[in-house]
């Protein structure tokens, strides 16, 4: 019997030694944050900035085209022939489709875009969360908006540290005038 309490006495002293090695620390980041204010997440941004502008003035130019011939054949359709009449019907409908499907192949060309860059910036954050993690001795870092979390105190939020680090440690992005030697 004496063998078992100083086994169950070792036992209940090991937990909280146990306990205490263990980081129990946790931390919060604001995902958003870190892709608004890093170096990398505004050039993701302009560059998907970019391409929607490019695909609205392509939309807006189908548009125009589209309103022209509209005009064309109500202001013409008392002196056009009807076969004529019939053909720019069937132009102007042609127009419309085509730019519906424009419009559409266009939001989901964007949304893939969006979250190839997503993915893209996620790899080069997630190594620098998990280095501040490990130096910062912590057990979890959770993403503070879409994990779940109701309410996370300022002072756990770690946001500011990884935007840093990940601006630090970023690979400059290479542009065109960069390359020309």
Request: aromatic share 6%.
């Amino acid at each position: 019997m004496k063998k078992f309490t100083m086994f169950a006495l070792t036992a209940a002293l090991a937990i909280p030694a146990f306990a205490q090695q263990a980081p129990s620390r946790v931390a919060v980041i604001d995902v958003r944050k870190v892709l608004a204010d890093s170096a990398q997440g505004k050039q993701a941004f302009e560059r998907m900035k970019k391409m929607q502008e490019e695909r609205a003035g392509r939309v807006q130019k189908m548009d125009e085209e589209l309103k022209a011939l509209d005009t064309q054949i109500n202001q013409k359709k008392i002196s056009l022939s009807d076969d004529k009449l019939v053909e720019l019907q069937k132009q102007f409908s042609d127009k419309k489709i085509g730019l519906q499907r424009y419009a559409q192949d266009a939001e989901r060309e964007l949304t893939e875009a969006r979250d190839r860059s997503l993915a893209d910036l996620e790899k080069q954050i997630l190594p620098v969360i998990n280095q501040i993690g490990k130096e910062m001795g912590f057990a979890a870092i959770f993403n503070k908006y879409e994990s779940g979390l109701v309410f996370a105190s300022d002072a756990i939020d770690i946001t500011d540290v990884v935007v840093k680090r990940f601006n630090e440690t970023a690979k400059p992005a290479v542009t065109p005038a960069s390359n020309k030697k």
